[in-house]
């Protein structure tokens, strides 16, 4: 069982749809990130919120908008998304940044996305 | 430019052998690597992590080795089990990059019995 729990699992959805992801964890951790998979791919890091404050965006086009409501919270809003934007997009968190100390980041079980 | 390399895309490995997945890196920046284990329909699960300050760290079956100089690194598993296989990832980052994640592109292990 992964401790940071991704809703939903599966989401399809219209080139028109607005949809919202979500991702929650409870081990008390300041670090969230939203990732990009694609298939037989490495996951791709998007964003980065560091104590509930957006500190990287990897140049993402803005049809992504990500928001930490709190420091258990981190949601993904999507809209106008293109059908190459289908994905498995992976929610993770760390107790601080990676790269500092042993603070590796645990993933969720990802929500796989369909753009029709 | 794929800054972190698995070069092997699949391992074939009879269960109770050593598993020994590598890993190399480009970005001589990284100073810190990662190993994860990723099963169909889940993400991928934290394994086992190395510091540059060290060359070796050891966690029950996983060892992961770290060779500095040759930019290299390996993940060993003994005696390999049939629920290790998976598709495993190694990942680096470095300093000033906070937080960046750079992944290969992942291996995939079979145990067979």
């Known amino acids: 069982d992964t401790e940071v729990t991704q809703t939903p699992k599966h989401l399809v959805m219209g080139m028109t749809n607005k949809k919202s992801l979500k991702c929650e964890q409870h081990?008390?951790?300041?670090?969230m990130y939203w990732y990009k998979q694609k298939a037989k791919k490495p996951p791709e890091l998007m964003f980065v919120?560091?104590?509930?404050?957006?500190?990287i965006n990897e140049s993402v086009p803005s049809r992504f908008s990500p928001e930490c409501p709190n420091s258990s919270l981190l949601n993904l809003h999507l809209h106008a998304l293109q059908p190459e934007d289908s994905a498995l997009y992976l929610c993770?968190?760390?107790?601080?940044?990676?790269?500092?100390?042993?603070?590796?980041?645990?993933f969720g079980d990802g929500t796989r996305l369909s753009i029709l | 430019d794929q800054q972190v390399k698995q070069n092997s895309p699949s391992l074939s490995v009879q269960e109770g052998r050593i598993s020994i997945l590598n890993c190399d890196y480009t970005?001589?920046?990284?100073?810190?690597f990662l190993w994860y284990k990723k099963y169909p329909a889940e993400g991928p699960t934290f394994l086992i992590s190395?510091?540059?300050?060290?060359d070796k760290n050891e966690d029950g079956r996983f060892t992961v080795f770290l060779n500095k100089s040759a930019k290299h690194l390996s993940l060993h598993i003994v005696p390999s089990q049939p629920g290790d296989s998976a598709v495993y990832f190694c990942?680096?980052?470095?300093?000033?990059?906070?937080?960046?994640?750079?992944f290969g592109t992942g291996t995939r292990l079979q145990v067979t019995l």
């Open positions: 081990m008390g951790h300041r670090a």
């Open positions: 190395i510091s540059s300050i060290k």
């Open positions: 919120y560091s104590y509930e404050k957006l500190s």
């Open positions: 993770a968190s760390s107790q601080g940044m990676t790269g500092r100390g042993n603070q590796p980041q645990h």
């Open positions: 990942a680096a980052s470095a300093a000033g990059t906070a937080c960046k994640l750079t």
């Open positions: 970005n001589s920046m990284f100073d810190y």
